[in-house]
C-alpha cells in the first residue's frame, strides 16, 4: 500500500524578498528556494507510518521553479521508495493551490494510496491551504494542522491542533488527505554523500502536466506592508545595545 | 433580494470564539456599505442558545451530533450545500485551524474563488479588495474581489469585533442537515484539554521568547539564564517546539498560547503572523534579530538589529549572570 508525500518548493522567507516590476509576483530570479518546512514534517510523519505499516512512500511535485530533483533526491535519500516529479509549461510562475491541486489530483488516483500527507501550509497559499482543497478534488476525508497520526484497523487517527493545546482527535476512514504541522519527531537529516549516492543510484519519474483552467484570485498587486509602527532601533555594538535594554527594563520597572 | 454575506461561526466549548465576533464586525461594515445583509451561519449540536448572542440579521442554525465539534468532513458538507443554495456576495470563514480546513475545501468544492490569510478587506474607489498576508509576513497581496460568490478566510485578531446589539436580535432560521451527514467517513471527534505545564506562560509578567535564530537546542540555556536573570520564563516561537526543543505548553502564537506580558523579549524570532498573533498585545514588545526587514520589528516598542548571542551575552554580564 501506499502513502503520498507532495513536496513543494517554496520562497525562502528568511532571505529578501523583492517585487517584480509587474508587481503581481515576487522577482523569481532574485528568490532562493527552499522546501516547504511543513512538507518535510509531512514526508518525516509518512516515513514514520511507513516504518510501522510497511508502505511504500512516494514523493510526488510539481516542478515550478526547474529545481525540484533535489527536493525529490533528499527524499528518497531519507528512506522514499518512488519519486515523482510533474513537469510543464508552467516553470518559473505562481502556481495557485487550486491549479496545483488539479495536476496532482489525477496522478495521485493514479497512485491509488491510502494516505497523502501534505504540509499544511505554505508562504505563498494566496487561494487558500492545499490538504483541503486536494480532498474536495478527490472527494476523500481530510483534516489539517495534524500533530500527530497513526494507522489503526483501516483508519487513520490523527490529532488535529486548535490553539492553546486544545487537540481534536479524529479518526478518518481511508484514503484520506492530511495536512501535517508537525510530524511527531523532527524530520530526520540526511548526509549530502547519502544524497549524492542516491542521485547515482535511483531516478525520478517525469510526467509532463498540463494547466487547463484557473479559477484562483490574481494580485493585483503585492507590496511591502507599511512599516507604521516600527521599533524603534537601538543601534551600535551589543555592550551599548545591552546598555539601552538594562535602562529601559530599569525605566519601567522591570528590573 | 438583499445580497448576503455570509459568516460562519465558530465556537469551541460552548462559547463563540473572538473571531466569530471580528468577522461578523467586518461583515457588517461591508454590509453597511453596499446594503447587504449579514447571515451568521451556527453548526453544531445544541447551540440554538448562542443564536441569540450572534449580531447578525439572520442566523442559519443547523445541528447535527456529527457537527458538535465542527469536525472538517461534515462542516465543509454542510457549508458546501449552504452556500451553494444561497449564493452569497461573501463567505467569511476564520483562517483558523477549523476554519482552514473548511474554507478552502468548500471554494474548491463549489469552485469558487478563494483568498486566504485576509487582513484586510474594504472598497476602493467602488472596488472591494482584499488584503492577504503572504510570505511569513513579508509581503502583502492586494486582490480584487469580483461579483461572483467568493470565499474569504480571514486572520484572526485583524480586525475589530462586532459591537452586540441586544436590542435587534436576528431571526433564526433552521435547516436540515445535508443527507451526507448520514455517511461521513470521518468518526470519533472529541476534544482533548492539554495536560497541566510545568509553567504557564499565559501568566508570567516577564517572557524572554526564541526563535529559530537560536540556532540549536544547546543555545536555550543561554535564553534560559538570561529569563532567570530578568524573573521571566522562557517561551518560543513554533519551529523550536515542532523541533521538540521546548513543550507546546511553551507555543506562543495561532497554534499555541496567547500571552500578554509587561515585558516580551523576542530573540531570534522572525515574526510570522501566526507568532504576532499571539503576543502583539504584550506591553512591552523588544525584539532581537539579525534581519532588518524581520516582521517582528513591525510590532516591536524597540528593537536591535543585531547576533542575539552578542546581546544575550551583553546583557547576562550586566545582570551578573
Known amino acids: 500500500m501506499t502513502i503520498v508525500v507532495v513536496m513543494e518548493q517554496v520562497p525562502d522567507v528568511a532571505e529578501e524578498l523583492a517585487i517584480a516590476p509587474s508587481g503581481t509576483d515576487l522577482d523569481r530570479d532574485a ?4 522546501v516547504n518546512e511543513y512538507d518535510e514534517h509531512a514526508l518525516e510523519e509518512a516515513l514514520l507510518l511507513a516504518e510501522t505499516s510497511g508502505d511504500e512512500v512516494v514523493a510526488i511535485g510539481i516542478d515550478a521553479t526547474g529545481e525540484l530533483d533535489q527536493a525529490l533526491y533528499t527524499a528518497l535519500a531519507k528512506g522514499a521508495q518512488r519519486a515523482i516529479k510533474l513537469t510543464g509549461d508552467f516553470e518559473g510562475t505562481w502556481l495557485s493551490t487550486r491549479t496545483a491541486a488539479r495536476l496532482l489530483a489525477p496522478v495521485i488516483e493514479e497512485l491509488a494510496p491510502r494516505l497523502v500527507l501534505v504540509g499544511v501550509q505554505a508562504p505563498d497559499d494566496l487561494d487558500g491551504q492545499l490538504a483541503p482543497t486536494l480532498a474536495a478534488l478527490l472527494g476523500w476525508p ?26 481534536m482527535l479524529l479518526e478518518l476512514a481511508l484514503p484520506a488527505v492530511l495536512g501535517i504541522q508537525a510530524a511527531r519527531q523532527a524530520p530526520r537529516y540526511v548526509p549530502v554523500s547519502r544524497v549524492r549516492q542516491v542521485m ?24 511591502f506592508p507599511e ?3 516600527q521599533a524603534e532601533l537601538l543601534t551600535g555594538s551589543a555592550s551599548e545595545i545591552a546598555d539601552r535594554l538594562i535602562e529601559l527594563l530599569r525605566a519601567r520597572g522591570l528590573l | 433580494m438583499a445580497q448576503r454575506i455570509v459568516v460562519l461561526v465558530e465556537h469551541l466549548y460552548g462559547e463563540p470564539t473572538d473571531v466569530t465576533f471580528e468577522l461578523l464586525g467586518l461583515a457588517r461594515r461591508i454590509a453597511d456599505s453596499d446594503g447587504a445583509i449579514v447571515e451568521a451561519v451556527l453548526l453544531g449540536e445544541g447551540v440554538r442558545h448562542l443564536a441569540e448572542t450572534l449580531p447578525a ?25 449552504l452556500l451553494r443554495t444561497d449564493a452569497p456576495r461573501l463567505a467569511l470563514l476564520p483562517n ?14 463549489l469552485d469558487w474563488p478563494l483568498v486566504a490569510y485576509c487582513q484586510a478587506l474594504e472598497r476602493r474607489e467602488g472596488q472591494l479588495v482584499a488584503t492577504a498576508q503572504l510570505f511569513g509576513g513579508k509581503i502583502l497581496a492586494d486582490v480584487a474581489v469580483g461579483t461572483s460568490p467568493t470565499v474569504i478566510s480571514v486572520l484572526a485578531g485583524a480586525f475589530a469585533a462586532a459591537a452586540l446589539e441586544p436590542a435587534a436580535p436576528g431571526t433564526i432560521e433552521v435547516r436540515e442537515p445535508p443527507a451526507e451527514l448520514a455517511a461521513l467517513r470521518t468518526h470519533a471527534a472529541s476534544l482533548e484539554r492539554p495536560a497541566a505545564a510545568d509553567v504557564d506562560i499565559t501568566r508570567a509578567e516577564k517572557i524572554v521568547a526564541v526563535g529559530r535564530g537560536i540556532e540549536s537546542k544547546d543555545n536555550l540555556e543561554l535564553a534560559e539564564e538570561l529569563a532567570q536573570a530578568l524573573g521571566a520564563v522562557v517561551a518560543a516561537s513554533r519551529p523550536l517546539v515542532d523541533a521538540g526543543w521546548l513543550p507546546r505548553s511553551r507555543q506562543v502564537g ?7 506580558p509587561k515585558l516580551y523579549l523576542a530573540l531570534g ?39 542575539l548571542f552578542d546581546v544575550v551575552e551583553a546583557l547576562l554580564e550586566r545582570l551578573g549572570g
Do not use: Q
Request: proline share 5%; aromatic share 4%; glycine share 8%.
Open chain 1, 200 to 223: 547515482r543510484e535511483a531516478s525520478i519519474e517525469v510526467r509532463d502536466v498540463e494547466v487547463t483552467s484557473d479559477l484562483a484570485p490574481v494580485p493585483v498587486r503585492l507590496r
Open chain 2, 269 to 307: 524570532i522572525s515574526g510570522a503572523p501566526e507568532h504576532l498573533e499571539g503576543m502583539k498585545d504584550a506591553e512591552l514588545i523588544i525584539a532581537i534579530n539579525k534581519d532588518p526587514k524581520a516582521p517582528i520589528f513591525g510590532v516591536a516598542d524597540y528593537g536591535a538589529v543585531a547576533d
Open chain 2, 254 to 260: 495561532k497554534s499555541g498560547l496567547k500571552v500578554k
Open chain 1, 31 to 34: 528568490i532562493s528556494y527552499v
Open chain 2, 96 to 109: 483558523t485551524s477549523l476554519g482552514m480546513d473548511v474554507a478552502a475545501w468548500v471554494a474548491s468544492a
Open chain 1, 227 to 229: 512599516e507604521t509602527g
Open chain 2, 57 to 81: 440579521e439572520r442566523v442559519i442554525l443547523v445541528e447535527h451530533p456529527a457537527l458538535r465539534y465542527l469536525a472538517p468532513e461534515a462542516t465543509a458538507i454542510t457549508v458546501t450545500g
Open chain 1, 142 to 167: 481530510h483534516a489539517s494542522v495534524v500533530v500527530g497520526s497513526e494507522l489503526v484497523n483501516g483508519m487513520v487517527r490523527v490529532r488535529k491542533e486548535l490553539w492553546g493545546g486544545i487537540t
